[in-house]
């Protein structure tokens, strides 16, 4: 059981560690290329 949630709590700490770079890095493109301006 403890195994189990281990596994949960690493799957879940890359999926928001990898969030956050995407929406970085995305920000980063739409200042770039001028798609983030309304």
């Known amino acids: 059981m403890l195994n189990l949630w281990l596994s ?3 799957c879940a700490l890359i999926i928001i560690f990898t969030g956050t770079k995407l929406t970085r890095y995305g920000d980063i493109i739409a200042e770039k290329t001028g ?3 309304m």
Do not use: D, H, N, T
């Open 8 to 10: 949960f709590l690493i």
């Open 35 to 37: 798609l983030g301006r």
